[in-house]
């Protein structure tokens, strides 16, 4: 079973700072990972697709790292602002099904 | 984008009657759909696996007969809670496959069993 974990639970940094999320996954038979946006009471958001051939994804502000050798990774936001305060998803999708796993989340507080 | 429309946004029901949840892929074909329920400050559980046509498969420990869903064509997955209870209030959420797009995401459902 795919266990999924996600490092810290909980980050506030001030305005401006760079932010490092991490995941980690136990099964590296993986389809493709992605990282989500979820604001209180919300959906989710899409913010990186990175499938298994590839080793990063970039959108903006944001990259994606993916080292599934090692089942790992991270999610880098520039130069935060608070519009960036929410809970960030890690998930990965299994190579025979295509389901979803997902982490716990990080929520994140950015500070004005 | 790819959209997925999920109505109702929220919904307060009478304990034992049942609740329909709408999940509709707006601008693609989604031939899977997926259900899952999300309680307070944890993460997505997997429900169940909506398949176009054909029976849903259910995971591990949910209850087929108390959570029916029905996907009858392309862009339309629905979620009935039968006889519902105070227990399954929670955050519902589906989603859809969309190839090199990943997996898009519906707004969720707050269902809230009084």
């Known amino acids: 079973k795919q266990e999924v974990t996600q490092i810290p639970a909980a980050l506030s940094v001030p305005e401006g700072e760079n932010l490092v999320l991490n995941c980690s996954f136990t099964d590296s038979a993986i389809y493709n990972l992605q990282w989500f946006r979820q604001d209180p009471g919300k959906g989710l958001t899409s913010l990186l697709l990175i499938q298994s051939s590839q080793r990063e994804q970039t959108s903006g502000r944001l990259n994606a790292s993916l080292d599934k050798s090692s089942g790992r990774s991270t999610l880098y936001i520039a130069a935060s602002q608070p519009g960036d305060s929410a809970t960030y998803l890690c998930?990965?999708?299994?190579?025979?099904?295509?389901?979803?796993?997902f982490g716990a989340g990080t929520t994140v507080t950015v500070r004005a | 984008g790819a959209v997925v429309s999920q109505h109702p946004s929220w919904v307060i029901c009478k304990s034992g009657t049942s609740v329909k949840i709408e999940c509709r892929s707006l601008?693609?074909?989604?031939?899977?759909m997926f259900w899952y329920r999300q309680f307070p400050k944890q993460s997505l559980m997997l429900m169940a696996t909506s398949n176009e046509g054909s029976k849903a498969t259910y995971e591990q420990g949910v209850e087929k007969d108390k959570f029916l869903i029905n996907h009858a064509s392309l862009t339309l997955s629905t979620l009935t809670v039968t006889s519902a209870h105070p227990e399954d209030s929670s955050f519902y959420i589906c989603s859809a496959e969309n190839g090199p797009y990943g997996y898009t995401f519906g707004s969720g459902t707050r269902l809230t069993v009084v």
């Open positions: 998930a990965v999708s299994r190579s025979n099904d295509y389901k979803l796993s």
């Open positions: 601008d693609f074909q989604a031939t899977t």
